[in-house]
């Protein structure tokens, strides 16, 4: 069943398709984050064509951004990566931002943690949000449930979200079906009009 979404109500929000993640070379590497490359930029491509916008989300950490931290330390989780001004932190050249493309900058996993993402789309009048990127049970995850706590509609496309591992991709899914979101494919989304 295809679902048909006003394009100028959608945003298809491309979370951390970095260097860092997506990359052979990239300090946390995950083959299924470089295999969601090219299902996203089809995606991408439809949803340009259809006049939906594309958010691109790029985690980025100034390298003392966690010094002071009382509790919240990727860097201890993760080690460093995608630092600011670093090879790791832009998207990768297989999806090219475009300059119509609204570009946001996070600190953590959450999209919507301190940046101007919701007040963006709410100024534009949009709803409904096509989550796609990676990792699905880190960024995608919190990013999705941000939108559905805000009263936008996250629906996260399986085909086009990156894990780790297929279990991480798999909770992630289910979790967000059952709790704040809906689950569907990219080929199961159409754009249209009003």
Same mark, same amino acid.
């Not at 980025?60 to 010094?67: M, R, T, W």
């Given at each position: 069943?295809?679902?048909?979404?006003?394009? !100028?109500? +959608?945003?298809?929000?491309?979370?951390?398709?970095?260097? /860092?993640?997506? &990359?052979? !070379?990239?300090?946390?590497?995950?083959?299924?984050? *470089?295999?969601?490359?090219?299902?996203?930029?089809?995606?991408?491509?439809?949803?340009?064509?259809? /006049?939906?916008?594309?958010?691109? +989300?790029? !985690?980025?950490?100034?390298?003392?951004?966690?010094?002071?931290?009382?509790?919240?330390?990727?860097?201890?989780? %993760?080690?460093?990566?995608? =630092?600011?001004?670093? %090879? *790791? $932190?832009?998207?990768?050249?297989?999806?090219?931002?475009?300059? #119509?493309?609204?570009?946001?900058?996070?600190?953590?996993?959450?999209?919507?943690?301190? +940046?101007?993402?919701?007040?963006?789309?709410?100024?534009?009048?949009?709803?409904?949000?096509?989550?796609?990127? +990676?990792? $699905?049970?880190?960024?995608?995850?919190?990013? $999705?449930?941000? #939108?559905?706590?805000?009263?936008?509609?996250?629906?996260? =496309?399986?085909?086009?979200?990156?894990?780790?591992?297929?279990? &991480? &991709?798999?909770? #992630?899914?289910? &979790?967000?079906? %059952? =709790?704040? /979101?809906?689950?569907?494919?990219?080929?199961?989304?159409?754009? /249209?009009?009003?």
């Amino acid at each position: 069943m295809t679902l048909e979404l006003e394009a !100028d109500r +959608t945003a298809v929000v491309v979370v951390d398709m970095q260097n /860092g993640f997506c &990359h052979p !070379d990239g300090a946390l590497y995950a083959p299924g984050s *470089e295999d969601v490359i090219e299902p996203i930029g089809e995606l991408v491509a439809q949803a340009t064509d259809a /006049g939906a916008s594309v958010i691109y +989300t790029r !985690d980025v950490h100034p390298p003392e951004q966690f010094e002071d931290a009382y509790y919240y330390d990727e860097f201890e989780q %993760w080690g460093e990566h995608v =630092l600011e001004g670093s %090879w *790791e $932190a832009e998207v990768v050249e297989e999806l090219p931002v475009e300059e #119509a493309d609204h570009v946001v900058e996070k600190h953590t996993y959450d999209a919507f943690q301190k +940046t101007e993402l919701e007040g963006w789309l709410r100024a534009r009048g949009i709803r409904d949000l096509l989550f796609c990127g +990676t990792l $699905a049970n880190v960024c995608v995850l919190h990013s $999705a449930g941000s #939108a559905g706590l805000r009263d936008f509609r996250p629906l996260l =496309l399986e085909d086009c979200i990156g894990a780790i591992e297929d279990d &991480h &991709h798999e909770y #992630a899914l289910e &979790h967000a079906d %059952w =709790l704040f /979101g809906e689950v569907t494919t990219s080929d199961e989304v159409a754009f /249209g009009g009003e």
